[in-house]
């Protein structure tokens, strides 16, 4: 990058907007239909040759929504994008979450204001304008006063450095960055897939069902729960139609977004038998409703935590029919410290002839060659390489922008050490830059899209005020940031999230600052602080004129 950023000259004028926003998936489309309604000239960005981020690119065969139930993850903002859209199954397929976002695309007439093909490469801010200047990969600066950040949370995909793996000779792909052609044909290959957390547990099965032989190369063994997937009943949807506004206050209310009341009783009200016949229930229903319906304190408590843990080895061990894989596949830490995983089959796929789990903590990976993998028990021949390795999540996109700030300064500097935030929206030295679900906001432990509104309605609340009040730019306090952090960081002690290693607090990835991420207290708590900084005059910020 370079230091002074993009400039215009004559002979390449500026575009010049009140607000760039980067990323056109669920909060990049839903920025641009709040400012615009604002009367704010904003214009948004995105690499890919469609709308719908994270949706268009994750196009692996049996990507899913992970949250409890269609039709909550969704849009909450409009009657009509609810009443209009029908979503055919209980756990949406990516294609079906795509094709919504297409039609909200075009239900509020986003397109005219959306470049695609067109990805955002530099960002600095200039002091003397209070003004950003932004650059893109088509060559054009732009010039606006603000910058929203919709860049997603699960968007920079993580890529294994293994010995070998660029001479690996076969197809390769990345589940995070899926062909956009659907050209990727299974049929009568050695397939190895990488990684077991929610995109290899999801595409397994499928791929099992497809290729000649699937190898799965396990590092973590997944606690993972059946989707209970099925068409979503029609009396269901109206119903939820129907009593929409209350749904949505009570999605609001509860701690993960989702309109199901939690239950309120304790694992150890029950027998070990009562216990039993609670999770055999929820898991024939599947779904999130093993962890919401059965006990409160399954991540508070450990003796409740183990009761369902153990009830999951149990399943596993009756379901896969050779002990010894079996034993591969027993997780053995608390479950629900890394992100839930809903699966279609997912231990009974280790019953099929043409699959191979490797344990990657007994026999590890010595290198990748052209034709295949070699661990230390022996050669795996491979015609194609899926690598199921997660994201650079929450700060991966925005750290690989590097904006520049006040006084010169990157967001890696600023972000050497931890991932510093006020209120997960904004950071000290980077003033009019707005951060959607960033780290230090609920984001991936809430309902994704409510958390997006919820950030989105903030910026646009935050622009109208400073308009209407003559201000031109808005920033961050550092004494408030260090405080939030802090905060943010004390919270996620007090679960147990923090308790093993997950994308949650970037120890996915080499070298990446440790931490704990998103804001761990619950979204109705995280609304307050937001509303009661601003109802205090924009506590913690410095407005400008
Ligand atoms: P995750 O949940 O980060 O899973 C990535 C998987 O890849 C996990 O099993 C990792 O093992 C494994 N991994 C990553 N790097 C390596 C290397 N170098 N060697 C071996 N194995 C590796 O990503 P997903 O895409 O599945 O899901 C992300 C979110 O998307 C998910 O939580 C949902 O919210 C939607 P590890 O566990 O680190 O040992």
Redesign the pocket.
């Known amino acids: 990058m370079s230091s002074k950023g993009p400039q215009a000259t004559a002979a390449q004028p500026a575009i010049v907007l009140d607000v760039v926003v980067i990323g056109a998936g669920f909060s990049g489309m839903y920025a641009l239909h709040t400012l615009r309604a604002a009367g704010l000239k904003a214009r948004v960005y995105d690499e890919a040759h469609n709308v719908g981020g ?1 949706w268009n690119w ?1 196009r692996y065969p049996g990507a899913r929504v ?1 949250f409890p139930v269609a039709p909550y993850y969704c849009y909450t903002f409009s009657d009509e994008l609810m009443n209009e859209f029908d979503w055919p199954e209980r756990q949406p397929d990516q294609a079906t979450v795509l094709k919504y976002l297409n039609f909200v695309a075009d239900r509020m007439d986003l397109r005219r204001d959306i470049e695609l093909g067109t990805r955002i490469t530099d960002a600095t801010y200039d002091e003397t304008r209070q003004r950003w200047w932004v650059d893109t990969s088509r060559g054009t600066p732009i010039d606006a006063q603000f910058v929203v950040c919709a860049s997603g949370a ?1 968007s920079t995909a ?1 890529m ?3 010995p070998g793996i660029e001479t690996f000779a076969g197809e390769c792909y990345h ?2 960055r899926w062909p956009q052609d659907d050209s990727v044909d299974f049929t009568g290959k050695r397939v190895a897939v ?9 595409s397994i099965p499928h791929i099992a069902r497809q290729c000649q032989h699937l190898t799965v ?4 063994p ?1 606690y993972t729960v059946p989707a209970g997937n099925k068409p979503v009943d029609p009396d269901f949807v109206a119903n939820a139609r129907a009593t929409w506004p209350e749904i949505k206050q009570r999605m609001r209310v509860t701690p993960f977004g989702s309109p199901f009341q939690a239950s309120t009783v304790r694992a150890e009200e029950h027998t070990p038998e009562q216990r039993r016949e609670v999770y055999e229930k929820f898991w024939q229903v599947g779904g999130f409703n093993i962890v919401i319906d059965t006990y409160c304190d399954l991540f508070t408590d450990k003796f409740s935590n183990d009761t369902l843990a153990e009830f999951v080895r149990d399943k596993i061990r009756s379901i896969v029919k050779n002990p010894e894989t079996a034993r591969k596949l027993l997780p053995n830490y608390l479950i629900g410290t ?2 839930q ?1 809903l699966d279609e089959g997912y231990y009974d796929t280790f019953n099929r002839d043409n699959v191979t789990l490797v344990d ?1 903590r007994e026999d590890p ?1 010595v290198e990748f060659y052209p034709g295949g993998v070699r661990t230390q028990s022996g050669e795996h021949p491979l015609d194609m390489l899926v ?5 650079d ?1 929450i700060t991966g996109t925005l750290q690989r922008l590097n904006p520049r700030g006040r006084g010169g300064v990157t967001l890696n500097e600023c972000w050497k050490d931890r991932f510093n935030s006020y209120l997960g929206i904004t950071i000290p030295r980077f003033p009019n830059l707005f951060m959607i679900t960033g780290p230090g906001s609920p984001s ?1 432990l809430y309902n994704m899209t409510a958390s997006i509104e919820q950030n989105v309605d903030f910026v646009s609340n935050t622009i109208d005020h400073l308009r209407e009040h003559h201000y031109t730019s808005i920033e961050a306090q550092p004494r408030e940031e260090l405080a939030w952090t802090q905060y943010v960081d004390w919270i996620s002690k007090q679960t147990i999230y923090t308790k093993v ?3 949650y607090n970037g ?2 990835v080499n070298g990446k600052p440790a931490g704990f991420m998103p804001y761990a207290g619950g979204g109705l708590t995280y609304f307050e602080f937001v509303r009661q900084a601003v109802d205090n005059g924009y506590r913690g910020f410095t407005r400008s004129v």
Do not use: C, H, M, Y
């Open positions: 994270t994750n992970d699960l993580n294994p450095k293994i589940t995070g990488l990684g077991t957390g929610s995109s290899g547990v999801q190369l396990q590092r973590t997944q890394k992100r995983i990657l990976i690598l199921a390795t997660g994201f999540a991936v290693k997950s994308w120890e996915n």
